[in-house]
């Protein structure tokens, strides 16, 4: 990256000469955080590595699921990034822009294609050289074992997720993880964002496997609404701290290692401050984050959930209960934005209930925006609500250890030439102030994760929504690296120790700014 520096610099002087018209500025540098804090950024399998018919790889369900109509966009992720071909230029970009870590996942379907049994000695090659270039440059490395991508077969043998035989092949699954890198991985993270793909991938439809029924969904051809987001994410829950149980037991004292779970994270506040909306908010902090961290800390979920959804609900045994409590070393959070909540008085009165309409709330990006069940994606540049939330985890769950996972802005821009990201350096400003700010307010953060290290096959935005530190070129076969004017400047603050500033208020609850 070095010589491409010179090209940024003007930009680069010119965000830290801009005037600041606040009467006080926060200002900080990476030395302001904990000596063992980490800075990285992150990408996973599907959307990243491509080669999906490649080395034994067998289809996942989001392949499947990319390649129906279902799909929200035109795209595959067939080749993506070509990041199977193409890791070790971007492990030498990791350490050109000074990263002290990379999240990344790993495929089950590259390593284990029949969802059990017989490891792919190719996919096992593949990750292992990835790691190893990793731990020669000196990166800590994050390893996400699943992240929405099931092995098709398991999908087609039993249902996947929505079967109790789940918890034992994916506890196997882990297991070959934990014994084939374990001695270089120290940071797991066992599932992405359970919370919020009940809803979007059993309720709504609109991710993979693409279960929903009618009138909860689009175009539903197979799933039930009313129960099957319940049954995911019960079977998540067990598996993942099976998984637990099983690293715990085997490897921990060895590897020194931690697991955790990911959340997806959203700051809900109440519309109004009515005693309705205010309870509408807090079922729905419940339903985010209270269906996996309430589990955790007292073995059951919560009260509010047990009464919207009744017997659709599954219960946990004394044993599932005890195995579940305390089941996690550390809770990753993907964080983006923030949105408000009112109450939904007719949620109760259908005849048939879905998740969303369990919550019994109706939520809008902006006071006076447009009212939809399902949380929506969320646009309001909103740094004070990430650290809401850690203090809502905070003061609700106790101060266990987090990892901000995935923070970050994308634009849709068709222009080849979209280097100069001036609105994601002012985005991820925000929010790293929000993080340093949220710890010395005594939150137990301990590392903040880009999302994502380069542009990718974005879930619902395909090749068109552009995330990434790095711009990928995707019409070129090559898929052409360059960095952005935002990994220059993420650089020179990780590498030179270079100043933060953002101006005090410049973003409230009652104030929110906009995309």
């Known amino acids: 990256m070095g010589t491409r520096l010179l090209l940024f ?11 600041s018209h606040a009467v006080t500025a926060f200002r900080f540098t990476v030395d302001d955080f904990p000596h063992d804090f980490t800075f990285g950024a992150g990408t996973a399998a599907f959307q990243y590595e491509g080669a999906v018919a490649e080395d034994g790889r067998s289809p996942s369900i989001w392949n499947t699921f990319a390649h ?14 070509d990041g199977y071909h193409k890791y070790k230029e971007d492990v030498k970009l ?33 990750y292992n050289d990835m790691i190893n270039e990793l731990v020669k440059q000196g990166i800590q490395i994050h390893a996400v074992i699943y992240h929405l991508d099931l092995p098709q077969i398991l999908e087609d043998e039993y249902g996947g997720w929505l079967s109790p035989r789940i918890v034992d092949d994916f506890t196997a699954y882990a297991d070959v993880c934990f014994r084939e890198f374990g001695d270089r991985v120290a940071h797991w993270t066992t599932i992405l964002e359970p919370n919020i793909i009940a809803q979007g991938s059993y309720d709504k439809g609109i991710a993979a496997p693409g279960h929903c029924s009618f009138p909860f969904g689009r175009d539903c051809t197979v799933g039930n609404s009313s129960v099957e987001p319940y049954l995911y994410l019960h ?9 637990v149980g099983l690293y715990r037991e085997k490897y921990q004292v060895v590897q020194k290692g931690v697991v955790g779970i990911n959340l997806y994270s959203l700051c809900i506040y109440a519309l109004t401050d009515s005693a309705e909306d205010i309870q509408a908010t807090e079922r729905a902090n419940d339903f985010l984050f209270g269906s996996i961290l309430h589990p955790f800390l007292f073995g059951d979920y919560p009260e509010s959930m047990k009464k919207a959804a009744g017997v659709r609900l599954p219960s946990f045994s004394s044993y599932e209960s005890k195995l579940v409590t305390g089941a996690f070393d550390f809770v990753g959070l993907n964080h983006y934005s923030s949105i ?13 209930r879905d998740q969303a309409a369990d919550v019994g709330a109706l939520f809008r990006e902006t006071r006076d925006g447009q009212t939809v069940t399902q949380y929506p994606a969320g646009r309001m540049v909103d740094p004070q609500g990430l650290e809401q939330v850690l203090k809502y985890i905070r003061e609700k769950y106790g101060n266990i250890g987090i990892y901000i996972q995935e923070n970050g802005r994308g634009q849709i821009d068709d222009d080849d030439d979209d280097l100069m990201d001036v609105e994601r350096i002012d985005y991820l400003k925000k929010y790293i102030t929000a993080t340093l700010k949220a710890i010395r307010d005594g939150a137990s953060v301990k590392g903040y994760s880009v999302w994502a290290l380069m542009d990718m096959y974005e879930i619902f935005g395909g090749y068109k929504a552009h995330f990434g530190l790095i711009r990928v070129d995707f019409r070129n076969p090559r898929r052409q690296r360059q960095p952005r004017l935002s990994a220059h400047w993420y650089s020179n603050f990780l590498k030179n120790n270079a100043t933060i500033q953002v101006e005090s208020g410049a973003a409230t609850a009652t104030s929110h700014a906009q995309i």
């Not at 279902?70 to 595959?76: A, G």
């Not at 408000?340 to 259908?350: C, G, H, K, T």
Request: aromatic share 8%; proline share 9%; net charge positive.
């Open 9 to 19: 610099l003007p930009w680069l002087l010119l965000l830290l000469l801009l005037p």
């Open 340 to 352: 408000y909540a009112s109450n939904n008085p007719d949620a109760s009165n259908m005849p048939v």
């Open 235 to 243: 079977y998540s829950l067990l598996a993942h701290s099976s998984v």
């Open 68 to 81: 129906s109509a279902r799909n929200p966009n035109e795209h595959s992720g067939d080749i993506a990034c």
């Open 94 to 126: 990791i350490k050109d822009i000074g990263l002290t870590a990379y999240r990344f996942s790993i495929s089950w379907s590259r390593l284990i294609p029949d969802g059990r049994g017989a490891i792919n000695p190719k996919g096992l090659q593949f």
